[in-house]
C-alpha cells in the first residue's frame, strides 16, 4: 500500500467511527426517551367507560362500549397487568366478559386471555393469533374487533428492550414540542410492524402520533393520541387509528376515568368472568362512587 493512499484509509477509518459514535449516542437517548414513555405513570388501577367508533368497508360504521377495570403490579408480582372487561352495548352483544393477565417481556410468556358468553354461560381460554397486517388482510364480517384498527399491538405500552431505537430528531406537532424515534424490532417476529415512528411530547413522555410501517417500508397505519391527566396520573382520552392501505378507521374513547382506587386482585380472576357482568358491577360499586 502506498504511503499516499495510506492517510486517506486512516480518515475513512475515522469518519466511520466517529459515524458510529454518533449513532450510539443516538440510540442511547433515544432508548432513554422510550423508557420514560414505557414509565409513563397512569395509576396503581382504575376504571373507565370504552367506546369504540368503526368506520369500516367503504362507509360501514358500528360502535361497542365496555366497562374496564385495570391493575397494575409490581415487578416481584407474576402478572405486570391484569385487565377485566364487560359490553355495555350494543344489546346484542351486552355482557360478553374479557379478562387479560399480561406479563413482562422478560417472562417470555404470552398473555392468558380469557372471553366470557352470556348466552352460555361458558368461559373459555383465547388463543392468541397475531394479527397480519400486510396489504392484502381479510377482515370477519360481523365480528366488531375484527374491522378494529386497535388491540394490544397498538394500546398496550411496548417494552423499550424489544426494539432498538434512533432519535430521528425534534420538531413541532400540534404547537407541541416533540422528539421524533424510530423504532425497529430487533426480532421482526415480535411485532407485526416492520418499524415504527413515534412523535413523543418533551414536557410528559406521551406519544401523541406513531406511524406504523409494515417490512416492506409502507405506512400501513396512522395513530393519533389525545391525553387526560387525572389527579396526577396519564390517561388516553381519545385514540384514532387509521388504516393507511383500506382507509378504515377506529376511535376508541374512555371517560369516566377513577384512578387508585385500591381494587383487589381477586377482582381479576377467571370467576368474576363465570359470575357475569352484574355481579362484576356490583362489586365495582364498592369502589365506584
Known amino acids: 500500500m502506498s504511503a499516499r493512499i ?4 486512516v480518515l475513512a477509518g475515522c469518519c466511520l467511527f466517529a459515524a458510529s459514535g454518533i449513532a450510539t449516542a443516538e440510540e442511547d437517548v433515544a432508548a432513554r426517551i422510550m423508557q420514560r414513555v414505557y414509565e409513563v405513570y397512569g395509576g396503581d388501577d382504575s376504571f373507565s367507560r370504552l367506546r369504540f367508533s368503526f368506520e369500516y368497508d ?3 360504521t358500528g360502535t361497542l362500549g365496555l366497562v374496564m377495570a385495570y391493575k397494575r403490579y409490581p415487578a416481584t408480582a407474576g402478572a405486570e397487568s391484569k385487565v377485566v372487561m364487560f359490553n355495555d352495548y350494543p344489546p346484542e352483544k351486552k355482557d360478553i366478559g374479557y379478562l387479560g393477565w399480561f406479563y413482562r417481556v422478560e417472562q417470555e410468556r404470552d398473555a392468558d386471555q ?8 361458558q368461559t373459555r381460554k383465547l388463543t392468541r393469533k397475531p394479527r397480519d ?3 392484502t388482510e381479510k377482515r370477519t364480517e360481523g365480528d366488531e374487533f375484527s374491522v378494529s384498527e386497535l388491540d394490544l399491538e397498538e394500546l398496550a405500552p411496548r417494552a423499550p428492550v424489544l426494539d432498538r431505537h434512533t432519535l ?9 414540542a416533540v422528539y421524533t424515534v424510530e423504532s425497529v424490532p430487533t426480532d421482526p417476529d415480535s411485532s ?17 402520533r406513531v406511524d406504523c410501517y409494515d417490512r416492506e417500508a409502507h405506512l400501513v397505519k396512522t395513530l393519533n393520541f389525545t391525553w387526560a391527566q387525572v389527579d396526577k396520573d396519564w390517561v388516553w382520552e381519545r385514540v384514532i387509528a387509521v388504516n393507511r392501505v383500506n382507509g378504515n378507521k377506529t376511535l376508541l374513547e374512555q371517560s369516566d376515568v377513577l384512578v387508585n382506587l385500591g381494587l383487589p386482585d381477586d377482582l381479576f380472576a377467571k370467576r368474576v368472568l363465570d359470575q357475569g357482568a352484574d355481579t362484576f358491577a356490583r362489586r365495582m360499586s364498592r369502589y365506584v362512587r
Open 58 to 60: 367503504g362507509g360501514k
Open 192 to 208: 407485526p410492524y416492520g418499524k415504527r415512528i413515534a412523535w413523543i411530547s418533551k414536557d410528559g413522555y406521551l406519544p401523541l
Open 114 to 121: 380469557w372471553l366470557y358468553l352470556p348466552e352460555l354461560r
Open 6 to 9: 495510506i492517510p486517506g484509509v
Open 133 to 135: 397486517y400486510s396489504r
Open 168 to 176: 430521528l430528531g425534534s420538531e413541532t406537532l400540534e404547537g407541541r
